[in-house]
Nanobody, 126 residues
Framework: QVQLVESGGGLVQAGGSLRLSCATS????????VGWFRQVPGKEREFVAA?????????YYADSVKGRFTISRDNAASTVYLQMNSLKPEDAAVYYC??????????????????WGQGTQVTVSS
């Protein structure tokens, strides 16, 4: 059972930056498409970004974060990163990473992900 662990969340002022990490001990991590989602209380989990499993590491982003967030992966370190710049108060949420278990076309759908981490809180002050 692959376990994912998120870290890097915290409190930041609007306009600031944070880098989230999603790490696992699974050596075959590079075989999986990995996604970041976020959730605020009372709302559904929202897609943020995903990185494909292939060597080109094609990336996908929600429109709300495009141009501000960057997802990347270091397969040797079995870690996926989410660099978040120009943070806004509306980015505040618990951020989760998970492995996509469906075809790559399902990268936006949380129901096609598994092995969710415990989440890391991001708070953005205005």
């Amino acid at each position: 059972q692959v376990q994912l662990v998120e870290s890097g969340g915290g409190l930041v002022q609007a306009g600031g930056s944070l880098r989230l990490s999603c790490a696992t001990s699974e050596r075959t991590y590079g075989r999986y498409t990995v996604g970041w989602f976020r959730q605020v209380p009372g709302k559904e989990r929202e897609f943020v970004a995903a990185v494909k499993r292939d060597t080109n590491s094609v990336t996908y982003y929600a429109d709300s974060v495009k141009g501000r967030f960057t997802i990347s992966r270091d397969n040797a370190a079995s870690t996926v990163y989410l660099q978040m710049n120009s943070l806004k108060p509306e980015d505040a949420a618990v951020y989760y990473c998970a492995i996509n278990s469906g075809p790559v076309s399902t990268y936006r759908n949380a129901e096609h992900y598994r092995n969710w981490g415990q989440g890391t809180q991001v708070t953005v002050s205005s």
